[in-house]
């Protein structure tokens, strides 16, 4: 019995499980040790066994209740036919879109060839998983990636993404398109490969107006979900819109995601009152917390979201687990949440 999929499924009203995301990664000496030999950071993810060795380090370590598989919302776009390359201390670059031409470039025709070692790293980890954890596979949300791929990276304010969208929606509309096939394909193949949830980051859904965070970020997830539930209806879908404040609930609604996933900047009241009413939360510790220096601090917000919130509930961060933070802390929240 997988803890995770029953408490989802309303089958196990008294258990919280708890996984992290970012919870394979360099916060783990083990996974530092790696990075030392593996080459570039990409290698990693193409690497199926060794993608499949780090996606299993945070399960050995901390006995969380799933596994994320490790790899990166970018692969779709490097898939689609786009230049990917990973800085330390920078992060992603990528050769911007600028036109139209740009953008009907972009092939899906060999995505599910490209990414065939990120299906082989979850079908890797799958046979090493107890039966009793959950394997999470994910995507990044047409928004995120169109950004990233307007921008030709991060950015501070997302001007060239959002004025894009605004006086080219013709342009941007043939892009989420693009992005709306080949997410929902991508998430499909980590599904037959052995996926038994699968989660989808809009991590910049929180830097849109109202309008654009409807037609930008809740219609293409409505797409990708619909797509998805088509063929694995059974499978949970995990939604993260990032930043969406009071249109988390929106998006849970018009989506049909099975849980909604929230940052560390929406009140617990609202979570309890306002999404539990309708669906599973997961969520949403501030990362920052686990960095103290006082357990006794980082305890008392653990309990404030613990006992704060109707079962069936993830125990989650509010966002990816900070590369510095402190082991100790980790399995001090592993042992808190799971405390009676």
Same mark, same amino acid.
């Not at 360099?26 to 996974?31: D, G, K, V």
């Not at 920078?90 to 060839?113: A, C, H, R």
């Not at 006794?296 to 069936?312: F, H, R, S, V």
């Given at each position: 019995?997988?803890? &995770?999929?029953?408490v989802?499924?309303?089958n196990?009203?008294n258990?919280?499980?708890i996984?992290l995301?970012?919870q394979a990664? !360099?916060y783990l000496?083990?996974y530092r040790q #790696? !990075?030392?030999?593996?080459?570039?950071f990409?290698?990693m993810? @193409?690497?199926? $066994?060794l993608s499949?060795?780090i /996606?299993?380090?945070p399960?050995? !370590?901390?006995?969380?209740d799933?596994?994320?598989i490790f790899s990166?919302? &970018?692969?779709v776009?490097?898939a689609?036919?786009?230049?990917l *390359?990973? $800085?330390?201390?920078?992060?992603?670059t990528?050769?911007?879109?600028k036109?139209?031409e740009?953008i009907?470039?972009l092939?899906?025709s060999n995505?599910?060839k490209?990414?065939?070692?990120v299906?082989?790293?979850? %079908?890797?980890?799958r046979?090493? &998983?107890? +039966?009793?954890k959950a394997l999470i596979?994910?995507?990044?949300?047409p928004?995120?990636?169109?950004s990233?791929m307007l921008e030709?990276?991060?950015?501070?304010n997302f001007?060239? %993404?959002?004025?894009?969208?605004?006086?080219?929606?013709?342009?941007f509309?043939?892009?989420i398109?693009? &992005?709306i096939s080949? =997410?929902?394909? *991508?998430?499909?193949?980590?599904i037959?490969?052995?996926a038994?949830?699968?989660q #989808?980051?809009d991590?910049?859904?929180?830097i849109? %107006?109202? /309008?654009?965070? !409807?037609?930008?970020?809740? $219609?293409?997830?409505a797409?990708?979900?619909?797509?998805?539930k088509?063929q694995?209806p059974?499978?949970?879908?995990?939604g993260?819109?990032r930043?969406?404040?009071?249109? @988390?609930?929106e998006?849970?609604?018009r989506t049909k995601i099975? =849980?909604v %996933?929230v940052?560390q900047?929406v009140p617990i009241?609202?979570?309890?009152n306002n999404?539990?009413r309708?669906?599973v939360?997961?969520?949403?510790?501030d990362s920052? @917390?686990?960095? +103290?220096?006082?357990?006794e601090i980082l305890?008392?917000?653990?309990?404030?979201?613990?006992?704060n919130?109707k079962k069936?509930f993830?125990?989650?961060?509010? *966002?990816g687990?900070?590369?510095? /933070?402190p082991?100790g802390?980790?399995?001090?929240?592993?042992? +808190?949440v799971r405390?009676?």
């Amino acid at each position: 019995m997988k803890k &995770l999929i029953e408490v989802i499924k309303g089958n196990l009203d008294n258990y919280t499980p708890i996984w992290l995301m970012r919870q394979a990664g !360099r916060y783990l000496p083990e996974y530092r040790q #790696l !990075r030392a030999t593996a080459g570039s950071f990409l290698n990693m993810c @193409y690497d199926s $066994e060794l993608s499949a060795k780090i /996606t299993m380090q945070p399960i050995e !370590r901390f006995d969380f209740d799933a596994a994320i598989i490790f790899s990166d919302i &970018l692969l779709v776009p490097q898939a689609l036919g786009m230049k990917l *390359h990973f $800085e330390d201390n920078i992060g992603p670059t990528l050769n911007k879109l600028k036109t139209i031409e740009d953008i009907e470039k972009l092939n899906d025709s060999n995505l599910v060839k490209y990414l065939e070692p990120v299906y082989e790293s979850i %079908s890797l980890v799958r046979k090493k &998983l107890s +039966s009793g954890k959950a394997l999470i596979g994910f995507a990044g949300a047409p928004w995120t990636l169109a950004s990233y791929m307007l921008e030709g990276g991060s950015s501070k304010n997302f001007a060239i %993404s959002k004025e894009f969208a605004i006086n080219n929606t013709t342009a941007f509309t043939v892009l989420i398109d693009k &992005l709306i096939s080949a =997410v929902a394909n *991508h998430l499909i193949m980590q599904i037959h490969a052995g996926a038994d949830v699968v989660q #989808l980051f809009d991590s910049w859904a929180g830097i849109l %107006s109202e /309008t654009e965070f !409807r037609k930008w970020s809740i $219609e293409p997830a409505a797409k990708i979900v619909a797509i998805v539930k088509n063929q694995f209806p059974d499978i949970p879908i995990i939604g993260f819109p990032r930043g969406a404040g009071f249109l @988390y609930e929106e998006f849970a609604k018009r989506t049909k995601i099975d =849980v909604v %996933s929230v940052d560390q900047y929406v009140p617990i009241d609202y979570m309890a009152n306002n999404l539990q009413r309708t669906k599973v939360v997961q969520g949403n510790l501030d990362s920052i @917390y686990l960095l +103290s220096n006082n357990q006794e601090i980082l305890y008392e917000q653990i309990m404030k979201i613990k006992n704060n919130l109707k079962k069936p509930f993830i125990f989650n961060l509010g *966002h990816g687990i900070l590369p510095n /933070t402190p082991l100790g802390n980790v399995q001090f929240l592993v042992d +808190s949440v799971r405390k009676n």
